[in-house]
């Protein structure tokens, strides 16, 4: 840890647990503090983070707690290696853990990393895109790992890859989602023309009508934007570019399937509720 403080981004614990990926230098200005009953530095414990929770209680992002009180000592002369655990404190039992490295500069400011954590660092992948990469998954997450350790290329790579090899399954449930709503029958027949076509770019590229309002995203259609991504070549952009444009990604996909569920959910609910009434009507008649 040799940076010096002006070159290493400066966060709060809170941040640093919530946000930093592993392997990652920062300053850490509330990481420790020192008791005036002995004058030796410790570990903040009271510092509660905001983390992803899965048990069937939270299934949500909840404050997490660490149950230490009597602090973890912190050496002011060497570098010190640890463990933090901290506790749902909505259901009590989902556990996160993180493994750190530390060390004070000459003015007793925190330089640490995050060595690791469990459950693994990243941003959670909604059950919604889970249902549409299907088999590719484990790709997805390969790329989300590379994008948390600031990998651009690998992580646009992988995204990229999992948008070509599920093409028809994305189509598919965009189909489905269009021959809900109240539009033209053209729009459906190219889409599935559109599917037809071996790589994603291409699909995307032959389609010349608008889909629907209901599944547009700030009013722009979500293929295009990211064909627009996805179109761009590897080795035309820096590695930070290419995880502008991963993280870019992943976004818009997050989004999309969030759009195609809820179109999907409308229209099943609607349908439970025609079929609950005309019912009503029959019995009526009867």
Avoid: W
């Avoid at 889970?130 to 484990?138: A, G, M, T, V």
């Amino acid at each position: 840890m040799s940076e010096d403080k002006q070159e290493i981004p400066e966060v709060d614990f809170k941040t640093f647990l919530e946000e930093n990926p592993p392997n990652h230098v920062v300053m850490c200005t509330d990481f420790s503090r020192r008791r005036t009953s002995n004058g030796h530095y410790y570990v903040n414990e009271k510092e509660e983070p905001v983390l992803h929770c899965s048990h069937d209680k939270c299934k949500g992002n909840r404050l997490f707690y660490t149950s230490s009180n009597h602090g973890i000592h912190l050496n002011e002369d060497q570098i010190n290696m640890g463990f933090i655990e901290y506790t749902c404190r909505n259901c009590g039992v989902t556990k996160k853990f993180f493994a750190y490295m530390h060390e004070f500069d000459i003015n007793k400011n925190s330089r640490i990393t995050k060595v690791g954590e469990v459950p693994k660092f990243g941003k959670r992948v909604p059950e919604k895109v889970n249902k549409l990469i299907k088999s590719e998954r484990d790709l997805f997450f390969k790329g989300m790992a590379n994008e948390n350790q600031g990998m651009g290329i690998g992580a646009f790579g992988y995204y990229r890859r999992v948008l070509d090899s599920q093409k028809n399954r994305i189509f598919d449930k965009i189909i489905q989602a269009v021959e809900v709503l109240p539009v033209d029958k053209s729009i459906i027949d190219e889409l599935k023309a559109a599917k037809a076509e071996t790589q994603f770019t291409k699909a995307v590229d032959s389609i010349k009508s608008a889909l629907p309002q209901g599944l547009l995203i700030s009013g722009h259609n979500p293929l295009k934007l990211l064909y627009s991504a996805v179109s761009e070549g590897l080795h035309n952009h820096t590695d930070e570019e290419c995880l502008q444009y991963a993280q870019s990604i992943r976004l818009v996909l997050f989004e999309f399937a969030e759009r195609l569920d809820s179109v999907l959910k409308e229209n099943r609910e609607l349908g439970g509720a025609i079929k609950m009434l005309a019912g009503l009507k029959s019995k009526s008649l009867v």
